[in-house]
């Protein structure tokens, strides 16, 4: 078993037709041809070609927004995609400050849009060593239930700033105040583009750590955790390098934190490559 193998899970090659979704001139979204025949039935939004799905011209935000929300509902209605979960998502070509509207969450990767979230790695100091705190998703979350994850994780929605959304996620997640969580530290993005069941994942993480002190312990507010656990770092590697036990991407944070930590070293034979495929350019791969 290896780390790299994550990497790879995570970037797999794509070998399934997608179609780009258009607003104007640029591409937004990929979708899979079999989601765009469903939104043939929406041609006040999209006009479905043999090569791609179009919005014709960038409508007026606050109009596309209104348009794009009808559609969601609808297909929800439908049992084509689950229940609206009522947090806007950016849709943009480039970053989060870029978009040109948004998107209830549920509809993120049926669109093949680029997504956003936050990560943050929890852990104690225990003299020359490191315990990290790792959290077991609750067993009714629709993706990945019963996995391991990030102590602190969850998705960015559209409009609510860095700052504001980690300290909202530590306090549900975690239950930690938000003095104590001001203390956490950007420490840099990870990149990777996923083909999931729902469509194509181009997806951004923002990572950050936090030093805890040792009376600390995490407790979940909002039911999406299970238990928690203080394991060593050395373990949390194992768990990663030996296991599918974490939900995908986090094997990614946690592989970032060790190459950070000097728990993976520039002389493992695979350093550079995992080193470089942390952070994959976000996008359909060419030639799609």
């Not at 070609?49 to 109009?63: D, F, Y």
């Not at 009808?70 to 400050?97: F, S, W």
């Not at 979940?220 to 060593?232: H, I, M």
Request: one cysteine or more.
């Amino acid at each position: 078993m290896s780390f790299l193998r994550h990497i790879h899970a995570c970037n797999a090659p794509v070998d399934e037709p997608f179609l780009p979704w258009r607003i104007g001139e640029r591409i937004y979204g990929w979708v899979r041809p079999a989601f765009a025949e469903r939104l043939r039935a929406y041609p006040e939004v999209f006009d479905v070609r043999g090569n791609a799905v179009l919005t014709p011209h960038p409508p007026e935000r606050a109009a596309l927004e209104a348009d794009l929300q009808a559609v969601a509902a609808g297909l929800a209605e439908q049992g084509v995609v689950p229940p609206l979960l009522n947090e806007p998502y950016p849709i943009t070509a480039g970053g989060r400050d870029a978009a040109i509207a948004s998107v209830d969450r549920v509809m993120a990767a049926y669109l093949g849009l680029r997504s956003f979230g936050q990560h943050l790695n929890g852990y104690v100091r225990e003299g020359d060593g490191i315990m990290m705190w790792i959290a077991r998703r609750a067993r009714d979350r629709l993706i990945f239930p019963g996995a391991l994850d990030n102590m602190v994780a969850g998705g960015l929605p559209h409009g609510v700033t860095l700052l504001d959304n980690l300290l909202k996620e530590c306090g549900e997640e975690a239950g930690m105040p938000a003095e104590l969580a001001r203390q956490a530290r950007p420490v840099g993005a990870l990149s990777y583009n996923r083909v999931a069941q729902r469509g194509f994942r181009p997806d951004v993480l923002y990572c950050y750590d936090i030093e805890l002190p040792g009376d600390f312990v995490p407790q979940n507010t909002d039911g999406e955790v299970e238990e928690f656990l203080l394991l060593p770092i050395e373990q949390v590697a194992d768990i990663v390098r030996d296991t599918d036990d974490f939900k995908l991407n986090c094997n990614l944070v946690i592989i970032d934190f060790l190459i950070r930590h000097g728990l993976i070293v520039p002389e493992d034979p695979d350093y550079l490559e995992l080193a470089t495929g942390l952070r994959t350019p976000v996008g359909m791969p060419v030639g799609m």
